[in-house]
């Protein structure tokens, strides 16, 4: 099975879900809105399991940045800022989920004007770095030889 493809598949559901709920609560459609966000909840979960099951099922993998030169940069910063902003998405989706499927509306409103945009932030990117990683540049090819060899 092609794990960082289903990662990043999940990624990019999760940030369809994501903006389609935006637009439903917009649109004051709530019911919508509530299902299409636990939506990108459950894929964000499902994600979670995935990226798991792909490193402790590849010990010793390290896919590294294999593309020119001048993306090495800016793949490397867009990469320690996903990371960091990934590590918090739990925390915030559960919080921003709870107060809103318990009723506390202002209080969810206020979170999920913080939540929503980080965790659109981390579902595109994740699946940018899956592109760059996995299909744009020789990075998994590189990988695959390593761990074959060692």
């Known amino acids: 099975m092609n794990l960082p493809a289903l990662n990043a598949s999940l990624n990019g559901a999760a940030g369809l879900f994501l903006i389609a709920g935006f ?7 709530e019911k919508l809105h509530k299902s299409l966000m636990l939506s990108a909840f459950l894929c964000s979960i499902a994600f979670l399991f995935s990226y798991l ?11 590294k940045y294999a593309g020119p030169n001048w993306g090495k940069l800016p793949y490397l910063a867009m990469l320690a800022l996903h990371t960091v902003l ?4 739990p925390f915030l989706a559960m919080r921003t989920l709870f107060l809103g499927f318990s009723g506390q509306l202002e209080k969810h409103r ?8 980080i965790w659109v932030f981390v579902s595109i990117t994740g699946v940018l770095i899956y592109f760059i990683l996995y299909q744009w540049t020789p990075s998994w090819e590189i990988a695959k030889s390593a761990l074959q060899q060692s």
């Open 23 to 29: 637009i439903a609560i917009r649109a004051k459609r």
């Open 53 to 63: 099951l792909h490193h402790l099922s590849t010990p010793g993998l390290t896919v």
């Open 86 to 89: 990934a590590a918090a998405v």
């Open 110 to 117: 206020r979170l999920a004007r913080l939540t929503f945009p």
